[in-house]
């Protein structure tokens, strides 16, 4: 409630933390009465787009025996036209550095426009197997549409199509959804390899990104995708296969990530890379004490571990209680 | 009381206050990093994740010295079983309490502990009465305001919101058909009744330590309200509790009233949020006139659902378009113009995780078909074995 907030700044100005000056400022601005509606409104537009893609894909689904198929790619394609006319219209051009277009909607019809060329090209593919029967092309031209809509419109939601679409180049999914299910690695030992090198590369592009200092701000985005998807294919590795070389092997990527991703999310000051870095390397740490408790004989153990979890517990805490402090003393710094 | 020093308390309001007019560009960062250093401090974490984090270490903490226990009391005989919830509930008390006292405040670890020991009060209780819900509901009501009015745990004061609800709904059933009966227009009057109560003592506040707390509540009682008389609640509830199945070509009785209120509160909601404004009531408006239309779609069948996306994406879109460009130029009052100070920009940061989750690219070869990518709205088709 604002009452508050007014007495909240009353007390600083008393215990003079802020200047009359900036006193005066603040209610000034307060007295506006400001009722902002920009991120609802934008939500709105957002929501919008999602849900007139979907229906568009459904609706060409189910009928796509009923209406023709030119008249479909007709509509589409002049869909898709008339998304991209504006977007082209209006936009500044391809630039190094963040750019923001100067009418929020248009943001948003590029992502409409990059979905529906999506449909396009996966309802081409369908139908007249445009691409022949390679199918990874089917998957790889999005991709690379939806990389370059990104660069060049700057657009991090149709970024993370992008890289969704690079992943399942090579077979991996990688929708946050899947990633917590977890589905990807039971089946496929050597997805664990691809997924490693794929989240090896996106760090790889990072790098190089920002040595030419191309959109440094979607940095954070490849790294969010390479921290969970190096991890969580280590991890679930690590759970599900037992020769030693290369039980071994995940474990030293896993501790590798964590290292990189321990550096790299202080010099991004990145809390969310780091947390999760932590959980990450937190889960890896037990996994490899049991295994280590397992060649021991448990039998005679379990009453000890029981007694001494609630001082692991305790330690635990105590570590990570300095591990966020720290950080946090470092990005305040 | 409340446990914390209050001038603490008063401290982490100076710092929020400066946080957010640093973000607004009214100080600068090192006078916010001063006037940090200056105050003391509750050992707090601001940021979700991290306090998720804690919490889930204060869980596994918890869950081990409850192991602990239970390893002696084994030993025991049967009436350890009994008891044990009572003894885990105590340790839960107890820690919770030498965490306060150790300023912890909002951090993680003391959530763990204070919602572990209201579970284990519900199961201690529930236990000693052989699952008696109205006996539960008014314990764990009791447990979890003690808690929230000792260390303004706002979750605690959400539970018991719950428990309260949830006391009044099974003492209605005690009253047999009658009381299921009327149950949806009791709940209607106690949910507004209790929000204007809450209202009220808000706007009588003269400290905001319990400001937050109250807000919770009579954003519980918004919600509540709404849903007490849905048309798609109140008829699933009567089918469960009293067993009237609706035969075709009848409907349930007052109808009418429970249609036209599904309809009249959101939209009362959101005139009211606009006149006042009032974030969380807009919030809520928008969520229940989304409720209202999934109330409407789950009895009949208006347009197939792909039309619908479709139109209601159109529907959507044209109505955003035009209050932007409406709003675009108010430099007072309701606006466009994005909020120096309350800005709910994390929404739209959570943007780009949004459409990863829908529209993700999946690879084709585990699909079989070339049709499930593009589109998240194929995800759910499926294939028809054409490949």
Redesign the interface.
């Known amino acids: 409630m604002i009452k508050f907030e007014e007495q909240a700044t009353q007390k600083l100005l008393d215990k003079n933390l802020i200047t009359e000056n900036q006193y005066r400022e603040i209610t000034t601005y307060r007295g506006l009465n400001i009722f902002s509606l920009n991120a609802e409104l934008k939500f709105f537009l957002y929501l919008s787009v999602l849900l007139f893609t979907s229906g568009i894909g459904v609706l060409i689904y189910k009928n796509i025996d009923s209406i023709g198929h030119i008249a479909i790619l007709s509509i589409l394609f002049v869909l898709i036209c008339v998304c991209f006319y504006y977007c082209f219209k209006n936009s500044k051009g391809f630039q190094k550095a963040e750019t923001v277009f100067e009418n929020p909607v248009l943001e948003y019809l590029v992502l409409a426009g990059n979905i529906l060329t999506c449909i396009f090209i996966g309802y081409l593919q369908f139908q007249y197997e445009a691409f022949g029967t390679h199918y990874g092309l089917a998957t790889l031209i999005p991709t690379i549409v939806s990389f370059s809509c990104a660069y060049y419109f700057d657009n991090k939601s149709v970024l993370a199509i992008a890289i969704t679409g690079l992943a399942a180049y090579i077979g991996l999914s990688v929708t946050p959804q899947d990633l917590l299910k977890n589905i990807n690695f039971y089946e496929d030992q050597t997805l664990s390899y691809s997924a490693i090198m794929l989240g090896v590369l996106l760090i790889l592009w990072t790098v190089y990104s920002s040595r030419i200092q191309l959109k440094t701000h979607f940095n954070i985005i490849y790294l969010t995708f390479a921290l969970h998807i190096i991890s969580i294919a280590a991890i679930s590795s690590l759970i599900n296969y037992f020769e030693d070389i290369v039980w071994l092997f995940f474990v030293i990527a896993l501790a590798g990530s964590s290292y990189y991703f321990y550096k790299i999310s202080y010099e991004y000051k990145a809390i969310s890379l780091y947390v999760f870095m932590i959980i990450y390397a937190y889960i890896g740490i037990n996994i490899f004490i049991f295994r280590v408790l397992e060649f021991m004989d448990f039998r005679d153990l379990w009453i000890f571990i029981i007694i001494a979890l609630p001082i692991y517990f305790i330690g635990s805490i105590i570590l990570f209680i300095k591990l966020i402090k720290n950080f946090n003393k470092e990005i305040a710094a | 009381m409340i446990v914390y020093d209050k001038n603490l308390l008063?401290n982490l309001?100076?710092v929020?206050?400066?946080k957010?007019?640093q973000s607004?560009g009214?100080?600068s960062k090192e006078?916010k990093?001063?006037?940090k250093k200056?105050l003391p401090a509750f050992k707090r974490?601001s940021?979700i994740?991290?306090r998720l984090?804690?919490f889930l270490?204060?869980a596994?903490?918890y869950i081990?010295?409850c192991?602990?226990i239970s390893?002696v009391g084994l030993s025991g005989e049967r009436i350890f079983f009994e008891i044990c919830c009572y003894i885990f509930a105590v340790v839960g008390f107890a820690v919770a309490e030498f965490l306060a006292n150790q300023n912890y405040y909002e951090h993680g670890?003391d959530d763990a502990f204070i919602l572990g020991a209201l579970l284990n009060v519900g199961f201690a209780i529930g236990i000693t009465t052989e699952g008696y819900e109205i006996v539960i509901a008014f314990f764990v009501a009791i447990a979890s305001f003690m808690m929230y009015k000792r260390y303004l745990h706002l979750v605690s004061m959400l539970i018991f919101c719950i428990a309260v609800s949830a006391f009044l709904f099974y003492g209605m059933f005690e009253f047999g058909a009658v009381g299921k009966a009327i149950l949806p227009f009791v709940a209607m009057l106690f949910a507004a009744g209790f929000y204007f109560f809450t209202k009220n003592l808000?706007n009588k506040l003269t400290e905001?330590y319990h400001?937050k707390g109250l807000?919770w509540a009579n954003t519980f009682c918004l919600i509540l309200f709404y849903l007490s008389c849905n048309y798609l609640v109140v008829r699933e509830l009567s089918a469960e509790l009293l067993g009237n199945e609706v035969l075709p070509g009848q409907d349930i009785p007052f109808s009418y009233f429970f249609y036209a209120f599904t309809f009249i509160v959101p939209a009362i909601y959101l005139v009211q949020a606009?006149r006042t404004?009032d974030?969380i009531m807009?919030w809520i408006s928008?969520l229940a006139i989304a409720f209202s239309i999934y109330t409407i779609r789950f009895y009949h069948s208006v347009l197939?659902?792909?039309?619908?996306?479709?139109?209601?994406?159109?529907?959507?879109?044209t109505?955003?378009?035009f209050?932007?460009r409406k709003?675009k130029n108010n430099?007072?009052?309701?606006?466009?113009?994005?909020?120096?100070?309350?800005?709910?920009?994390a929404?739209?940061n959570a943007?780009?995780?949004?459409?990863?989750?829908?529209?993700?690219?999946?690879?084709?070869?585990?699909t079989e078909?070339?049709?499930?990518?593009?589109?998240?709205?194929?995800s759910g088709?499926g294939s028809d074995g054409s490949f």
């Not at chain 2, 078909?369 to 194929?378: I, N, R, V, W």
């Open positions: 008063d309001s100076l929020e206050e400066a957010s007019l607004a009214f100080i006078q990093d001063l006037i200056e974490q940021n994740l991290v984090g804690f270490l204060g596994f903490l081990s010295i192991g602990v390893l670890l808000i905001s400001y807000l606009i404004k974030r807009l928008f197939p659902i792909e039309v619908a996306l479709t139109l209601g994406g159109m529907v959507l879109f109505i955003a378009y209050s932007i709003l430099e007072v009052g309701v606006t466009f113009k994005p909020d120096r100070i309350n800005n709910s920009n929404l739209l943007e780009a995780l949004i459409v990863a989750s829908t529209f993700g690219l999946k690879p084709e070869l585990k078909s070339p049709m499930e990518f593009g589109g998240g709205g194929f088709g």
